[in-house]
């Protein structure tokens, strides 16, 4: 194998334990894998629920694009994680979600507005905004939402992540302090 491979797949490793961790995931969960295998997200879809000994449902082409669908099948199959964009957390509310309160939402791939905020976190057990670009494995930081107003972060960095924070003038900031990843 190139040197590369070995350095990527370590770093899928990694990425995989930590998200075991937090947002945190076991043998009991059943996650709702919505996207296109070949984009970057499917790696945690795929690989987290193998990696916790878990389950992973595979929505069709069909079902993602369908808020009805999709609430049928985390009905169905007693989904207990899905991540997805805010337009596919909006989609199903659209359509007259209720919501489920065994579901952990990860939320990502876009900025999360405060109104998808407001209709989701009543509707579910946990959400968190998942950011992340993808040269970093898919996630970056994590940071679990409980309360609809207050200002909406990306959280800390997952583990064997750093996060550095700049100004205007591309100066690092101290922790804590508002500025630019």
Known sequence: RPKGVEVHHQGVVNFLKSMLR????SIE???LAVTTLSFDISVLEV???LSAGAQVVIAGSEDIIDGTMLSRL???HGITVMQATPATWNLLIAEGWDGN???KALCGGEAMPVT???ELLPRVKELWNMYGPTETTVWSTCYCIT???APIVVGKPIDNTTIHIIDRHNKYLPAGV???V
């Not at 937090?22 to 995931?25: A, E, L, Q, S, V």
């Open 22 to 25: 937090k947002p945190g995931f």
């Open 116 to 118: 998808l905020i407001r």
């Open 101 to 103: 309160k065994n579901l």
């Open 178 to 180: 508002t500025g630019e």
């Open 74 to 76: 985390i009905n169905k």
């Open 47 to 49: 690989f987290l629920p």
């Open 147 to 149: 309360d609809a107003e």
């Open 29 to 31: 969960d059943k996650l």
